[in-house]
């Protein structure tokens, strides 16, 4: 046997090399044949006679908009005084479409906006684009740049709260439209604007009573356009074009109350366990063992080979050969928390409370725990993987609230309403990446689900590393150049949905 030896570990080795050399060659040559999912349409030029320039009257129309305090606090609580006065201060601002026949306005939920714009070809399914009147509140006043409800232009920049959280959708799409019916122009596919009052504490008067509108309306939406993720620059490693994120799903949520009572009593007689104890320790499992690493099962893959033959070399060697790097990719995105909610259903202890006394034992301990759900997995495998890890019948489980994952619209070639997006994202931003993600946080898109299968999340202006700490922060901004760019996304997307909605290819397979 051991005379053998030599002859055994040297087929070993060679069998091991021979497999290194295939792999090596089937990585190199995926890489190298991996194929573009861009497109290149007719780019957006200010020499064009339909674009449209963020001159003094639509700048003043939307430093307008900023001003109005539309704050929601909390569910139900908000400013309706604003409100009100923004409503109005619309219907002042844009007389061609409120005087157009093919114009329906209604007010609905006393606050949100709902148009209907009719289309000349009743056969297409209309579409709708969504956006929000209110905004969060202010924080840190004093360390504002400018008046935060001041829409003050400086520097290039106009400040203000809602200037990208979202009053830039919302009167970007007003001022596409007011230009687009003052040409003339009558879409071919009916168009609905949607505008709820209090998408910041969850629509639940203003999205979805506009979703239960339409409902009862009997409409079928062909696509539904809201804000989402954005032109990233800078966002994401080895792509050093901007980077445009359409998001395709939402992650859901689960809200639990985690609850422990034992008997109380003096701190000069403590018992073996305490529920503060007992009750550390469940929170303690559930922040040692994370939910399953779920990278690969939903867009978040895609999202990297829908670039991967623009990113440098090793970056495009990873997102090429996903099939065989990918728990390489998952095990980096676990190391940041910013990756890491993309990757898996996350965990966050948001409240711990007990103890009524220093020198009396509690005996209730009561926690809460925030999971944002992967959209490729639900409400009740979050449920059983925490009872699992917990494994402790004292500690009881309520659910305070909790949305399911949205589901994930079609998108790629053979999505004509992902492609024609795509397409007109490519037509004003030319250099652009487009790849489809999913949203960490949630939209109003969640009152319309029963609409429509194709809900894209998007906001068509750029963002840096250094602007992300402005959404809902201090000194939110959006610079002129972003907002004429919104206008203009708006307008190229409601002339391209004139368009049939078809299948088309682009030289390329989706099999990867």
């Given amino acids: 046997m051991w005379a053998n030896l030599p002859r ?46 963020a001159d003094k009257e639509r700048l003043a129309r939307f430093t307008s908009a900023i001003q109005f305090q539309t704050v929601s606090y909390e569910r139900g609580v908000g400013t309706p005084q604003e409100l009100a006065k923004i409503v109005q201060f619309i219907q002042e601002s844009f007389p061609t479409i409120h005087g157009s026949p093919m114009v329906r306005r ?20 209309p579409y709708m684009l969504a956006s929000h009147l209110d905004v969060v509140p202010i ?11 001041s829409g003050q232009l400086k520097d290039g920049h106009i400040y203000g709260r809602g200037t990208i959280d979202a009053k830039h959708s919302l009167m970007g799409s007003l001022e596409a439209l007011e230009f687009l019916l003052s040409r003339g122009h009558q879409p071919k596919r009916t168009l609905y604007l949607a505008f709820g009052h209090d998408e910041e504490t969850g629509g639940h008067f203003g999205a979805k009573v506009i979703g239960d509108v339409l409902t009862q309306r009997g409409e079928k939406i062909a696509f539904i356009l809201d804000e989402g993720s954005p032109v990233g620059d800078g966002l994401a490693p080895g792509v050093s074009k901007l980077l445009a994120l359409v998001s395709v799903a939402e992650k859901g949520f689960l809200q639990l109350r985690l609850v422990v009572n034992e008997e109380g009593g003096h701190a000069s007689m403590p018992r073996s366990e305490s529920a503060i ?20 099962t ?85 449920m059983e993987f925490d009872r699992k890890v917990i494994n402790d019948p004292r500690v009881k489980l309520n659910v305070i609230n909790n949305r399911p994952p949205s589901p994930t619209s079609p998108y790629g070639k053979d999505s004509p309403t992902y492609m024609m997006l795509q397409e007109t994202i490519q037509q004003i931003y030319p250099d652009a990446l487009v790849t489809p993600t999913f949203m960490v946080a949630n939209t109003d898109t969640r009152h319309y689900l029963n609409l429509s299968s ?3 999340r998007f906001n068509p202006y ?48 989706d099999e990867l």
């Fill in 8 to 53: 055994v570990l040297t087929l070993v080795v060679r069998g091991f090399a021979l497999t290194l050399a295939v792999l090596t060659a089937v990585v190199v040559i995926r890489t190298v044949t991996f194929p573009s999912y861009q497109t290149s349409p007719p780019e957006c030029k200010t020499t064009d006679p339909d674009f449209i320039p």
């Fill in 106 to 125: 209604d007010v609905v939920g006393n606050y949100s906006l709902l148009y209907r714009v009719e289309g000349s070809d009743a056969s297409l399914q």
């Fill in 139 to 149: 924080t840190e006043e004093a360390n504002w740049e400018a008046p935060p409800f």
């Fill in 277 to 296: 104890g007992i009750l550390s320790k469940a929170i303690s499992k559930l922040e040692d063992n994370p939910h399953p690493n779920m990278f690969g």
């Fill in 298 to 382: 939903g867009p978040e893959a895609r999202m990297m080979e829908y670039v991967a033959t623009e990113m440098t070399l090793p970056y495009r060697i990873l997102a090429s050969n996903l099939w065989l790097f990918s728990p390489l990719v998952a095990y980096v995105y676990s190391r940041k928390p910013q990756t890491n909610a993309f990757a898996r259903t996350t965990t966050a202890l948001t409240r711990f409370n007990a103890g009524v006394k220093d020198n009396v034992i509690s005996p209730e301990a009561v926690a809460v725990i925030d999971h944002r759900i992967h959209p490729m997995s639900s409400v009740e495998e979050v």
């Fill in 454 to 456: 194709a809900i894209y």
């Fill in 462 to 509: 750029v963002m840096t590393p250094s602007d992300l700490p402005r959404f809902h922060g201090v000194n939110e901004r959006i610079s002129v150049q972003n907002y004429e760019r919104v206008m203009n996304f708006y307008y190229h997307l409601i002339m391209n949905m004139d368009k049939t909605l078809e299948l088309k290819r682009h030289g390329h397979e």
